[in-house]
């Protein structure tokens, strides 16, 4: 029997592992409502998720992906993106699920010898509270958020900083993701992905940042990771 290609395995989170968009939503639209500002619509701010929790206060700010920098006050961002902080860990324990399998999946690839790994540009601060408040609580070999390294994805210094701390070759390592910064960030430092379809790529067709692997399923998972 050939050996197994993959020791390491990373997963992003939000539209990866779990629906969180409601969640952050309602974090979003408590903030601004609180700061005194309109809020945007769930479905306006869902298309915002996916460049951490900076980028996501500002699209909400001026209702569009594409904001400029000059048309952000700076106080108010700062007053916003503490209001964020304080309303989403709030909330974390509700208005979320995971997609179906996550649990199960994760347990056999753990059985299985893999090391497991999250790298999400969802703020660090949130996610030990999120990971118990999910019931995946000690999963991972490593987990982290943005706000630790200068960089988020797609830079390939997130995964290479997993890679690093698990002691696991890129080249044996897959990068699990719903969007194109996941698959990016694999593409700029020479890792594997998979591209999960039903996750939060909105600007284009996941298919066209061109993951090594495309699933519709979250549970079609092993196929590729123990092959």
């Not at 989170?13 to 408590?30: E, H, N, Y």
């Not at 660090?124 to 994805?153: E, H, I, Q």
């Not at 090594?212 to 399923?217: K, N, S, T, W, Y």
Request: with cysteine; charged share 20%.
């Amino acid at each position: 029997m050939a050996a197994r290609k993959t020791d390491l395995a990373v997963f992003d989170l939000d539209g990866t592992l779990a629906a969180t968009a409601p969640q952050i939503a309602l974090a979003v639209q408590s903030a601004m409502r609180l700061a005194g500002l309109s809020a945007p619509t769930q479905e306006e701010i869902c298309h915002y998720i996916g460049n951490g929790a900076a980028v996501l206060v500002k699209r909400a700010m001026v209702n569009r992906i594409d904001y400029r920098e000059e048309e952000i006050d700076p106080g108010i961002f700062a007053r916003v993106t503490e209001l964020y902080r304080q309303e989403y860990l709030k909330g974390l324990d509700r208005n979320f699920t995971l997609y179906p399998g996550v649990p199960e999946i994760l347990a056999l690839l753990k059985r299985e010898g893999l090391k497991l790994a999250l790298a999400t540009n969802k703020p660090d601060y949130c996610l030990a509270p999120w990971l118990a408040a999910a019931g995946l609580t000690g999963v991972f070999d490593f987990a982290l958020g943005s706000g630790v390294l200068p960089v988020v994805k797609p830079d390939p210094g997130i995964l290479l900083h997993v890679c690093g701390k698990l002691d696991v070759p890129v080249a044996r390592s897959v990068m699990v993701g719903d969007s194109g910064n996941d698959i990016l960030a694999a593409k700029a430092c020479g890792m594997r992905s998979v591209g999960m379809t039903y996750g939060y790529c909105y600007t284009r067709p996941l298919k066209e940042f061109e993951p090594d692997f495309l699933l519709d399923d979250f549970r079609d998972l092993p196929g590729i990771l123990l092959a």
